[in-house]
């Protein structure tokens, strides 16, 4: 049979058959997705071929193939720092949750999510949660990092999961596709599914006021089919997000505005660091490149964890 993961809990796994029954699944032994070191390899979005094999009084899928994949989102798993884990598998889009505060979501945390998603080819779009919460300064400055984004090329769309404030506008862009809702823990991804489609009823809690961090309510990842022809894959709140299997020489070509300027730079290999003549460089002392995406790029290259954070407000100095 074959059916695509709709659920993974790390040793089980949800699947939706062709005929559109789910069946509780297992791993055929112990196997590996060639070339890729992951402490999960099943991901929801996977499409996999399984055999029903019936246990005493239950019944069960043995997964025994992977089918490959269109693309993936991944990261460096966070206890295991020489593994990965794949957050999810063929995507049309995602979506990354963003808040000013409450929890606060930094530009180095953004960049990272992005190159990925350009690195697999996977459209992303920023959506700027909680704007009926903000004061008018703040409101100011999501305007401010929404406008450095859309100015490289991404969709940024101002919403409110509360209010329903362009949660019409989300729906419409998900019709027909498999989309995923990613961000920090407490941003509202969660908040936002139920407005897109109340019937899920999926849990939510407070913001945790001590430390202004959302309290894990996705446990695993789960996809759902929605009734207005889409496919919402919901993922727990994700702390950072360490980038993978990228060579230094290769980072730039995933910043947009980067790599529009490459061929411009004195040099074909150019890592737009000390470089003579580096186009990146001179539109970063023109302004013409964000000065909070230049620190981003810098900490990838050299390999830096992303506890370095560039606030916005640097931008406008």
């Known amino acids: 049979m074959v059916g695509i993961v709709y659920k993974s809990t790390g040793s089980w796994y949800t699947v939706k058959s062709e005929n559109s029954v789910f069946y509780n699944c297992k791993i055929k032994g112990k196997f590996r997705i060639k070339g890729i070191k992951s402490t999960n390899p099943v991901a929801v979005g996977d499409r996999v071929h399984f055999e029903v094999e019936t246990i005493g009084d239950d019944t069960i899928g043995i997964i025994h193939k992977i089918e490959n994949r269109k693309n993936y989102i991944i990261r460096k798993s966070v206890n295991l720092s020489k593994q990965t ?19 606060p979501t930094y530009p180095v945390f953004i960049d990272r999510f992005l190159i990925t998603a350009e690195a697999y080819e996977i459209r992303a779009v ?17 305007k401010f990092l929404a406008a450095l984004y859309r100015n490289i090329g991404y969709t ?17 862009m998900m019709i027909g596709k498999t989309s995923m809702f990613s961000g920090h823990s407490g941003v509202g991804k969660s908040t936002l599914v139920n407005a897109i489609e109340p019937t899920l009823d999926i849990k939510t809690k407070k913001i945790s ?3 202004l961090q959302g309290q894990h309510t996705t446990t695993f990842a789960e996809m759902f089919d929605l009734n207005f022809d889409a ?3 919901d993922t727990p709140g994700i702390k950072g997000f360490g980038i993978v299997d990228m060579e230094k020489e290769e980072i730039g070509n995933y910043f947009p505005e980067f790599f529009k300027l490459k061929q411009h730079c004195k040099f074909n290999n150019c890592i737009h660091i000390d ?10 002392e023109a302004g013409d490149i964000a000065w909070s995406r230049y620190q981003s790029y810098l900490q990838m290259v050299k390999g830096e964890d992303e506890n370095y954070r560039v606030d916005i407000h640097d931008e406008k100095k």
């Open 85 to 103: 884990h794949i957050i999810a598998a063929n995507l049309d889009q995602v979506f990354l949750l963003v808040t000013l505060n409450n929890p």
């Open 126 to 142: 920023l959506l700027f949660n909680k704007v009926d919460t903000y004061s008018p300064e703040e409101t100011d400055e999501i």
């Open 156 to 172: 940024c769309i101002g919403i409110s999961a509360v209010t329903g404030k362009n949660v019409d506008t989300v729906k419409e």
């Open 209 to 211: 006021e001590q430390h």
């Open 231 to 233: 496919r919402i894959i």
């Open 275 to 284: 470089e003579p003549k580096c186009a990146v460089k001179d539109a970063l």
